[in-house]
């Protein structure tokens, strides 16, 4: 019995360890979010590439509040080009308790549900950047398609401190923004 005791244990600690970069602090979150200013369209800036949003150019995200308590998410993006196929994909978002609305779960596909950590936000909610815990993703996002150039440096060095490895940061073709 001790034996699968302290091989628990073990795991255990491995799992938590394994949950953030070695040596680095868990990843903070912004200390509160007023969800009513957060909701409407947000700009792609800058982002670590996945796979879901290949080929993506002019990608934006739009939220809304739905009558059921969630926030309904609308992202969408150009395929292939910037005149190409607009695509669009609607999920929902879920504040985790006792966050301040700092910390959502997004859903895109049932039952599955992703970390939303806004770790950066803007006083006047002009730009978030949004990551999750294991740092594998991350969005630099804004509210109009461009960002000033001395600024977005500021923001991708706070990034950097917070450990993510900012050199996967990839900026948005953001060229039909506003189509």
């Known amino acids: 019995m001790k034996t699968?005791?302290?091989?628990?244990?073990?795991?255990?600690?491995?799992?938590?360890?394994?949950?953030?970069?070695?040596?680095?602090?868990?990843?903070?979150?912004?200390?509160?979010?007023?969800?009513?200013?957060?909701?409407?369209?947000?700009?792609?800036i800058a982002s670590f590439p996945q796979k879901f949003q290949k080929g993506c150019h002019c990608t934006k995200a739009e939220y809304s509040m739905n009558d059921k308590g969630?926030?309904?998410?609308?992202?969408?993006?150009?395929?292939?080009?910037?005149?190409?196929?607009?695509?669009?994909?609607?999920?929902?978002?879920?504040?985790?308790?006792?966050?301040?609305?700092?910390?959502?779960?997004?859903?895109?596909?049932?039952?599955?549900?992703?970390?939303?950590?806004?770790?950066?936000?803007?006083?006047?909610?002009?730009?978030?950047?949004v990551g999750d815990p294991s740092r594998k993703y991350l969005w630099i996002l804004a509210r109009t398609p461009k960002m000033a150039e001395p600024l977005y440096r500021e923001i991708v060095a706070r990034t950097a401190a917070k450990g993510f490895d900012i050199g996967k940061l990839v900026r948005m073709d953001q060229s039909c923004a506003g189509e």
């Open 70 to 129: 969630y926030v309904r998410v609308v992202n969408s993006c150009r395929r292939g080009a910037a005149g190409g196929e607009l695509k669009t994909a609607v999920g929902k978002a879920f504040v985790v308790a006792g966050s301040h609305n700092a910390k959502l779960k997004v859903q895109f596909f049932w039952p599955f549900r992703g970390d939303y950590w806004i770790i950066d936000l803007a006083p006047d909610y002009s730009y978030a950047v």
């Open 4 to 44: 699968i005791l302290l091989v628990t244990a073990v795991l255990l600690a491995g799992m938590a360890a394994a949950s953030r970069i070695p040596g680095d602090k868990p990843l903070a979150v912004v200390p509160s979010v007023d969800l009513q200013r957060y909701l409407g369209v947000w700009y792609e």
